[in-house]
């Protein structure tokens, strides 16, 4: 179908271009700009006509031979890139507007941006911590209230019977809360589902993915964790952090809202792509400093996601916003407590503190966490592969909104009912501690003053589930209970991620993990002799915390002083980082992280940290596209708009080639133009015979630009007249007049290091006289990849 | 330092607490001498010049203005009569546990000498005895000793159970104990016959009696007597009786969780024959080719 329309378009333009062309000859002339201009134009468009034509006929007569039949629609699987993102325009544009608004600019003016910059990220951190402290406040009162209705009712019902009616008002309370979440998810902002830092770390990777950074969507993953977390959901509210974090940072950074239409007029400088990126970078590093209250390792998490450009300035500010972020959070908290001035409640997850002396770690331990490591690495694959097959199909066959809200509630009801049958048939009862470390007891057929020990697991928050996995005293928990509990989580946190619910998978890995690092930590202490001395449950949990985290999510840096930061003590570094270096060997043998995973899904063309492998034979001919659609400097407006409203080519850059005077020459490489900057032109109507009509119109400016940004209207709203058709538009001043460039034969891997590097968005492909051969995007470069047989090649598809 | 030295300076010590103790005279029983003089003994053997034992004895005191006063060391002696009588009375309270309403009398008794001792109020003479008896040495026994009771007293949190100044048990407290003895005699009235006859009959009685426990733990007004009178009559009911509620509709539950296990079956199935498959459109990039079929357009261009 995309070739038909094609072929229509470019015959289309032939027409045109040969109508011009046919008029060249009686006006040409040096001293008339207009009319070489469209010699020039005519020519060059009806080359790169008549060259693509000749290229489709050839590509689609081999495919015609080599794959007979091969269908123009496929399902949809992992080997594919979307049409539908586009790169951050990252590199700065140094046209002459640039310049000068640069030299206007005083010293006192850079100045107060850098302030404001700090500014920025302390707002940051601030709303971040805020919003952090929201959510954990509202789920903490909400399932409360749901936890302390249900634990009455079955109360209730185990004396005078009926179990089977607690069953199902639990189910009913889980599925109302998680229908809510999902409907808002599904039916308004689909892109807020999920954890959120797939799309984040696409986002540090310089993709745009569209509304990311909405304000719609941070409303939406506000409400939708706490409806999944209050509905009993295998999930976290962690993961949402980042993505809260990194909305906050690219609203506030803007200070202004296009959703609510409302101009502050201030910070209008970041109104671009380069900065809005490193603010969100910090939003990303304060959404994770509020959740597991880890500073350092936030500002880790932006430098191992998104760093392919960095400045110490830049995360010396990051870090700011962090700490800002946590201190707001424990600052609000305390209050929240009625204990305010109390700063201890760093994060929203709370390892709790592991006291050095009970839970001290030998050397002959070491290599038990090791192996721990590798038990995390296989059971995060397996994770990893089971959620990829369901994945698959629900992207296949679970699209529709109203199937999506149904598998949520279904999910969410089945977790009740799991949940219930395990706690009704566990015979684990332990004795009622002193302090009531166990916020819903549930007694059910255990004797008076014990309580069922299967409930403390699941009838309660995740968050506190893992704490009290970490520090219940040992025999808490019996080792069949941590068996079966493991393995239905597991399964159960597997099917919950990748619904149409904002949630995270932090938790509920960190909650497997330590559910048989526990179970590991009491077998160990029943065979050894000694094992009862040293082998403290408390301290197992924790690794196989780690390990499974590693094993699904396969970060590393970040991951480790995340850990250690939200345990507290420094001196289980070398242990964690032993067991998450471990499971994501072990993992990355069979197959890669989760967030990985779901990046390709989504067919998001993401640039990994270096080229694939034996990928220095191709060179840039082969990576590029090619032909061309290149501007003249002096462009006629008719043909910028026709080409910036061919639907079956949404290009974004155009290569501004300048004719050299007088002779047959192919066109030269001149600059490089946005298809964003064009259309603020054709809106402003910077044309040149208007600028010599009106002396006194206002010259555009860069401040013209930002305020368009980041939503450039679409071509087809902006009206252009026949008229206006048939005036011309000087490029000269708004190109980027010094494009990177390479030369055909670079290899991939220098093509790719340029991109990862310095951001780009485009690289023209010259020839030795400086002639456009053709455009390396980002797409052209994420398709290739290291499979199983070598390097394979992905295939663009429309979604 | 040499280790040698350290030990003389030890040795030095214990002497001189010897000396002390041996100075306040009658207090010493016979079976404690043995092993402080064998440690005065081995001080001895480091610093043989200051004579035998024979002769630390004799040293009968120390001058006048070092040794404590007549009224300090009469209430050092009450101290310890009450300290004794209080040990006394929590021993046989441990198992089960009455150790706030056995002994919160001799507990305030205790406390008041303790608060004599340790007041800074001068008795006869001119004397305080805060300083001389509680913290002239580095044992400082005295303090200890009431240290250890006073916490053991705090973590048996018996100030919850007992009114102020150890008069008498709060009200709550005696509510309490008489529902207690309510219940058990109610188990032991119906112990012989039938069980589930118990269970029925003193269901009413010991449900007040969780009521009112209940209520007490919220309050906070429990002291360790009350708690584990409870877990004994919890234990009793649960274990001993078998009164606790049987396992009795494990075939509702499990109906009613696999009709919901069931649920997704039917909804991943229906989806999958119902729902149309997703599919993609595939689309051809512009491409080069090939090296040489663009060198071909660029010279059939030139």
């Known amino acids: ?799 | 330092m040499s280790p040698h030295r350290h030990g003389s300076f030890w040795g030095f010590i214990v002497f001189n607490i010897y000396a002390l103790v041996s100075g306040d005279g009658g207090n010493l029983t016979a079976s404690e001498t043995p092993p402080l003089s064998s440690v005065v003994l081995s001080s001895a053997a480091f610093k043989p010049g200051l004579g035998s034992l024979l002769s630390l004895n004799l040293l009968s005191s120390f001058p006048e203005d070092l040794e404590i006063s007549d009224y300090c060391s009469q209430l050092l002696l009450i101290f310890g009569q009450r300290y004794v009588a209080y040990v006394n009375c929590l021993v046989p309270a441990a198992r089960p546990v009455k150790v706030c309403q056995n002994c919160f009398s001799s507990y305030g008794s205790l406390t008041e000498i303790f608060s004599n001792i340790s007041s800074d109020q001068v008795g006869p003479g001119n004397v305080s005895c805060r300083d001389s008896l509680l913290r002239s040495d580095r044992l400082m026994l005295v303090y200890e000793l009431f240290e250890n009771l006073k916490v053991l007293w705090e973590k048996s949190n018996c100030n919850n159970c007992i009114t102020k100044g150890f008069q008498n048990m709060t009200s709550d407290t005696l509510h309490f104990m008489t529902t207690l003895n309510q219940t058990l005699t109610c188990f032991e009235q119906y112990q012989q016959k039938n069980k589930t006859e118990l269970c029925t009959n003193c269901k009413t009685d010991y449900k007040n009696l969780n009521v009112l426990y209940g209520g007490m733990e919220k309050n906070k007004t429990m002291c360790i007597d009350i708690e584990d009178a409870m877990n004994m009559t919890r234990r009793l009911w649960s274990k001993n009786f078998n009164c606790s509620f049987p396992r009795e509709e494990t075939v509702p539950v499990i109906a009613v969780s696999s009709f919901m296990l069931f649920l997704p079956i039917i909804f991943y199935l229906s989806s999958f024959l119902h729902s149309e498959q997703k599919k993609r459109k595939l689309i051809h990039p512009n491409r080069a080719k090939s090296y040489s079929s663009l060198m071909n357009i660029q010279d059939n261009r030139s």
């Open chain 1, 1 to 799: 179908m995309a070739n038909i329309t094609k072929k229509v378009s470019w015959s289309s333009r032939a027409d045109e271009s040969g109508a011009t062309g046919e008029g060249t000859p009686l006006l040409n002339g040096s001293e008339q700009p207009r009319h070489s201009r469209q010699l020039s134009e005519g020519r060059s468009i009806f080359q790169i006509g008549r060259l693509s034509t000749v290229d489709l006929e050839e590509e689609i007569t081999s495919d015609e031979d080599s794959l007979r039949g091969r269908p123009k629609e496929i399902p949809h699987n992992e080997k594919l890139l979307s049409l539908k993102y586009e790169s951050l325009d990252y590199d700065n544009i140094e046209n002459q507007l640039f310049l000068e608004e640069e030299r206007r600019m005083s010293h006192m003016g850079f100045r107060c941006l850098e302030i404001s910059r700090w500014v920025v990220c302390g707002l940051i951190g601030f709303l971040t911590g805020l919003i952090a402290c929201f959510i954990d406040i509202v789920v903490e009162e909400l399932a409360g209230i749901k936890y302390q209705v249900v634990k009455e009712n079955i109360e209730k019902f185990t004396e005078v019977g009926g179990l089977s009616i607690s069953l199902i008002l639990w189910a009913v309370f889980n599925s109302a809360f998680v229908m809510v979440g999902a409907i808002i998810v599904a039916y308004f902002e689909p892109i807020a589902a999920g954890s959120g830092i797939p799309q984040i770390k696409c986002y540090l990777n310089g993709v745009k993915i569209p509304r990311v950074v909405r304000l719609k969507t941070l409303l939406v993953k506000v409400g939708g964790v706490i409806c999944s977390v209050v509905g009993g959901l295998a999930v976290g509210k962690e993961g949402p952090m980042i993505h809260s974090g990194a909305v906050v940072a690219a609203g506030v950074s803007q200070g202004r809202s296009t959703s609510l239409k409302r101009d502050f007029k201030i910070f209008e400088y970041f109104r671009r792509d380069t900065e809005k990126r490193d603010f969100v970078s910090a939003g990303a590093a304060a959404g994770v400093s509020a959740a597991f209250g880890a500073p350092v390792g936030g500002v880790l998490f932006s430098l191992e996601e998104g760093a392919s450009f960095w400045n110490q300035m830049l995360t010396w500010r990051i870090f700011f916003a962090s700490m800002i972020s946590t201190f707001t959070l424990n600052f609000f908290l305390s209050i929240y407590h009625n204990k305010p001035g109390d700063l201890s409640n760093p994060g929203l997850i709370n390892f709790g503190r592991f006291e050095t002396e009970s839970v001290a770690y030998n050397l002959y331990e070491i290599p038990l966490f090791i192996a721990m490591g590798a038990i995390g690495g296989l059971l995060g694959a397996l994770f990893n592969v089971l959620n990829y097959w369901l994945t698959i199909f629900r992207i296949r066959y679970v699209h529709r909104p109203c199937l999506q809200v149904m598998e949520a509630m279904l999910v969410a009801a089945v977790t009740a009912t799991v949940s219930f049958t395990m706690i009704y048939f566990s015979n684990d009862c332990q004795p009622l501690g002193p302090e009531h470390t166990e916020e819903y007891p549930l007694q059910l057929f255990c004797a008076d003053g014990e309580y069922n020990s299967m409930a403390t697991a699941f009838f309660n928050t995740p968050e506190r589930s893992v704490r009290s996995l970490f520090h219940n005293q040992p025999g808490t928990y019996n080792p069949l209970t941590l068996g079966l509990f493991t393995l239905t989580y597991f399964f159960l946190a597997c099917w919950t991620y990748g619904l149409a619910v904002s949630a995270g998978v932090f938790i509920p890995s960190l909650l497997i993990g330590a559910a048989w690092g526990r179970l590991f930590g009491i077998l160990l202490a029943s065979i050894t002799t000694t094992g009862s001395t040293w082998a403290v449950p408390g301290k197992y949990a924790l690794m196989g915390a780690a390990a499974q985290l590693g094993g699904i999510v396969r970060m590393t840096l970040s991951l480790t002083v995340i850990m250690v930061e939200a345990t507290g003590n420094i001196s289980y570094g070398l242990p964690i980082m032993l067991v998450l270096m471990t499971s994501k060997i072990v993992g990355d043998y069979f197959v890669e992280g989760l967030y990985d995973i779901h990046i390709k899904l989504q067919s998001v063309p993401f640039l990994h940290w270096e080229a694939p492998a034996t990928s220095h034979w191709l060179t840039a001919r082969e990576v590029m596209s090619s032909p061309v659609t290149c501007l003249n400097r002096i462009e006629k407006v008719g043909t910028i708009v026709d080409i910036l409203s061919n639907t079956s080519t949404n290009h974004n850059g155009f290569p501004v080639v300048v004719q050299v005077a007088g002779n047959d020459e192919p066109a030269k490489l001149c600059g490089l133009i946005l298809r964003s900057q064009l259309i603020v032109l054709l809106k402003h109507k910077v044309f040149v015979e208007l600028a010599r009509s009106r002396l006194t119109h206002r010259k555009l400016q860069l401040k013209d630009f930002r305020d368009a940004y980041p939503r450039f209207p679409p071509i087809q709203s902006i009206h252009v007249s026949q008229d206006e058709r048939e005036c011309m538009m000087d490029l000269m001043e708004f190109m980027n007049a010094t494009p990177y460039t390479v030369p055909q034969e670079t290899s991939l891997p220098r093509v790719f290091k340029l991109f990862r590097a310095l951001g780009l968005r485009h690289l023209v492909v010259v020839d030795d006289e400086n002639r456009v051969v053709g455009l390396v995007t980002r797409k052209d470069l994420a398709r290739y990849h290291l499979g199983k047989h070598g390097l394979e090649e992905l295939q663009l598809a429309q979604t």
